[in-house]
């Protein structure tokens, strides 16, 4: 299909999703809720489906990030860096789940090309075995490096050391093993503490990176920061808060194109009951 159609089947998808009850819906109106307690409810409902407009995009463009050729992504994806990116020294790059932050699939792809290093980034196994196997498959097509978030922190530090480009995207709740509680959106929020680690464990440089929808929609841009001053500090909760602060500076700037979605806030301090 045409970029174009493929963009329009994809907005239909999530005006559809938008108006049908169920449990993500209720997350998303949560989410929303709690991090812009000024809004009224009919503000928090047009959020809402401009959210789910660009999710349901986010997932037939999938068709193309996925199975798509080098030619196809770089049409639908730039690269902006204020770093070189061929320079192989060691660097993380930190990633937040914005609908398009599947783009970063966009450095594998132009690896050869660049003379860019490999790709490797941590992904959350999927309950599904086949769907598991399929989508590390297809991340891994231009030569990525997919790893297993559970028990392979040792393979990360290596790719870190060789200079492989590291992509971390630290803002979902992945449990409370390795995790504080930290402020984002003045909310304590679970939140993992390996990108503090990882890069005082290496000497890695740390830079932002955030795969966002171009000004006129017919694209995304994929912009890579300057290494973040003096990171990571003496204290990997001072360092995380700083990440969150930074994630939410970006989220208000563009907040339908979060990842509401996901139960943000499910794990709690003690004695606080969940949202949701």
Same mark, same amino acid.
């Given at each position: 299909?045409?970029?174009?159609?493929?963009?329009?089947?994809?907005? %239909?998808?999530? #005006?559809?999703a938008?108006?049908?009850?169920?449990?993500? =819906?209720?997350?998303?109106?949560? =989410?929303?809720?709690?991090?812009f307690?000024?809004?009224?409810?009919?503000?928090?409902?047009?959020? *809402?489906?401009?959210?789910?407009?660009?999710?349901?995009?986010?997932?037939?463009e999938? %068709? +193309?990030?996925?199975?798509?050729?080098?030619?196809?992504?770089s049409k639908?994806?730039?690269?902006?860096?204020?770093?070189?990116?061929?320079?192989k020294?060691?660097?993380?790059?930190? =990633?937040?789940?914005?609908t398009?932050?599947?783009?970063?699939?966009i +450095? *594998?792809?132009?690896?050869?090309e660049?003379?860019?290093?490999?790709?490797? @980034?941590?992904?959350?196994?999927?309950?599904?075995?086949f769907?598991?196997?399929?989508?590390?498959?297809?991340?891994?097509? #231009?030569? @990525?490096?997919?790893?297993?978030?559970?028990?392979? *922190?040792?393979?990360?530090?290596?790719?870190?050391?060789?200079?492989?480009?590291?992509?971390?995207a630290?803002?979902?709740?992945?449990?409370?093993?390795?995790?504080?509680?930290?402020?984002?959106? @003045?909310?304590?929020? =679970?939140?993992i503490?390996?990108?503090?680690?990882?890069?005082?464990?290496?000497?890695?440089?740390?830079?932002l990176?955030?795969?966002?929808?171009?000004?006129?929609? /017919?694209?995304?841009?994929?912009?890579?920061?300057?290494? +973040?001053?003096?990171?990571?500090? /003496?204290? %990997?909760?001072?360092?995380?808060?700083?990440?969150?602060?930074?994630?939410?500076?970006?989220?208000?700037?563009?907040?339908?194109?979060?990842?509401?979605?996901?139960?943000? #806030?499910?794990?709690?301090?003690?004695?606080?009951?969940?949202?949701y």
């Amino acid at each position: 299909m045409p970029y174009n159609a493929i963009v329009a089947f994809g907005h %239909s998808l999530g #005006f559809i999703a938008a108006r049908v009850p169920g449990e993500r =819906n209720r997350v998303v109106k949560t =989410n929303l809720r709690l991090c812009f307690p000024e809004f009224d409810s009919a503000e928090i409902d047009r959020l *809402s489906r401009q959210h789910w407009r660009l999710l349901g995009r986010s997932i037939a463009e999938k %068709s +193309l990030i996925w199975l798509g050729s080098i030619k196809q992504l770089s049409k639908m994806i730039e690269v902006k860096s204020a770093v070189d990116l061929s320079s192989k020294k060691p660097r993380i790059l930190v =990633n937040m789940h914005f609908t398009g932050i599947e783009g970063s699939i966009i +450095l *594998s792809a132009l690896a050869k090309e660049k003379n860019w290093p490999r790709t490797s @980034g941590f992904f959350q196994r999927m309950k599904n075995p086949f769907f598991n196997q399929k989508i590390i498959d297809w991340r891994n097509r #231009f030569g @990525g490096n997919s790893i297993d978030r559970q028990g392979n *922190s040792i393979e990360i530090i290596r790719e870190i050391r060789r200079g492989s480009f590291i992509i971390i995207a630290p803002d979902i709740d992945l449990g409370l093993k390795n995790s504080v509680f930290v402020p984002f959106f @003045g909310i304590q929020t =679970n939140t993992i503490t390996a990108v503090s680690r990882l890069a005082r464990i290496t000497g890695a440089e740390v830079c932002l990176m955030t795969t966002t929808l171009k000004k006129d929609q /017919s694209g995304y841009l994929c912009e890579i920061s300057e290494p +973040l001053e003096n990171f990571p500090g /003496s204290d %990997s909760t001072a360092d995380t808060a700083r990440l969150n602060q930074y994630f939410e500076k970006e989220i208000r700037l563009r907040p339908a194109e979060y990842y509401w979605v996901h139960k943000r #806030f499910k794990n709690r301090p003690e004695g606080e009951a969940s949202p949701y």
